[in-house]
């Protein structure tokens, strides 16, 4: 007895040891910057595939002896009813430790496999000479692969990948623009049964001040933004939320720049602004923030238009907001009652949130 319960306690220790090696891998992967977490995998990439194939062999380990102690236990229940009991507890208690153990299993592989995939996929800097950034992103990615070979096998039978992402309905691109390379690194980014349902590729004005960039019709000062602020970005749309990067750092980092959840969208308008180019542009509101996009005039304005109707599908302001809002209304007229028999005054406070707007 001594030496099964010794036993026990080792196949443990061993199950939570390599548990703990591979979380602390997921976390120096997400902790570190682009450089240093290339640097990493690099270094790493032998404990890497040692430490999640000796995870997953501790955890077929752990449920063998959980299995072979149910057996014993079956065998002396034909004649002791305790026993008997002790099988239905055993398979029920392995039974919710193993979907518990596989499930983190899974989801960490998961995590290490899906940051190797994007790293794989990244195209980089093909067209300059293969110095400084290009060769570090070159040994990157083929590190990257010799890592996923090894490991794929692991990570497809915890959970098989989803298949590769095609172009959806709705692509608001100039017709020379190839998708597919932004179509790979993408896939590793959905969740399961995400559905990607439009891609764009606007400018998107991050340093006009928001009221500006949604309201102002000033040429000017639209002409004096954009050439500040315009940056090539992706914006991929799916049924949860909102991904936008900038184009270059997803193609060369697998970087993204905002996920924004849908229902955290307020309002979307479509309109053409009163610059030179007479470009279309789409004005998202959501919960947190005021984005503008700004379209070339080579794509499909009924493109845009479909993007504009996608993203229009769920706008809603939640209950609580819409209390919120008018507590903030209510507020100084009751502060100025309050005030009334101590001879002071109650004045709006600054930035206080209007509760009215002039839609198109």
Known sequence: MGHRRGQRADLRKQLDLYRLNVGNHIRQIHRLDTHARREYLETNAEAILFDANALLSSLKAWTGYQALHAARARAAGLEDAGEARLVDTIAHDTRTEL?????????????????????????????????????????????????????????DALHPPAPPLEAPGVACAPKSLDLEPYLRILRWFLEDGETLRVLGFPDQLDALDPVSAIFSVAKEKLAAAMDKAAAKTLVAVTDRRIITAKTSAFLEQGEIRQDIPIDRVRYVRAATPQDKNGRLAIDLITRDENIRWLFHTDIDNTQVDALAAVLAESMTIPDVERDELQRRRYAPIEAGKKGEGTGTRSTEPTGSVATTCDAE
């Open 99 to 155: 979907d518990s153990a596989l499930a983190e299993t899974t989801s960490l592989v998961g995590s290490l496999t899906r940051e190797l995939r994007i790293i794989a996929e990244l195209p980089g800097r093909d067209t300059l000479p293969l110095t400084g950034k290009r060769k570090d992103s070159k040994a990157a990615r083929q590190t990257s692969a010799r890592l996923l070979e090894a490991l794929e096998p692991l990570a």
